[in-house]
């Protein structure tokens, strides 16, 4: 199998699979209080976190499985582990406020209007990460 062709399917999957399960498979309470502080904020992080994964992995192999492509178990386990850690450390949402104040771009991470700066910084971090699953689980 071609890793190119691969890393083109398994990226054509994870981007609608991420705004499926990020915005409606999760919970308006988890999206509300997952960067909560103490264990009220991790419960709701880890609640979006575990429901976000199971989404995109049943829709990852529903697609490998019906265009008979073969992944390797390595390149799956640390694609979706990668996926997990960097979802739940951007969803805290400090680290994406430091990313835009350490790129020269705190007054974005600030704005409501016209656009939520955090929100669009939070979701381009995530298909960036996303990108990097796709080629773990290609490439491995």
């Given at each position: 199998m071609n890793s190119a062709?691969?890393?083109a399917v398994v990226t054509a999957v994870l981007i609608p699979a991420h705004q499926f399960a990020d915005h409606i498979v999760q919970t308006d309470s988890d999206a509300s209080h997952k960067a909560d502080a103490g264990w009220t904020g991790w419960r709701h992080l880890l609640v979006h976190?575990?429901?976000?994964?199971l989404?995109?992995?049943?829709m990852l192999a529903a697609t490998l499985a019906l265009l008979d492509l073969p992944v390797s178990a390595l390149g799956l386990t640390a694609g979706m582990a990668f996926s997990a850690i960097t979802h739940a450390l951007l969803d805290r949402r400090w680290p994406v406020r430091l990313i835009l104040r350490l790129t020269?771009?705190?007054a974005f991470a600030d704005r409501q209007t016209p656009v939520c700066g955090m929100y669009l910084a939070d979701q381009s971090l995530h298909y960036a990460c996303l990108w990097i699953s796709a080629l773990l689980i290609a490439c491995l």
């Open positions: 062709l691969l890393f976190v575990a429901t976000y994964h989404t995109v992995v049943a020269g771009s705190a």
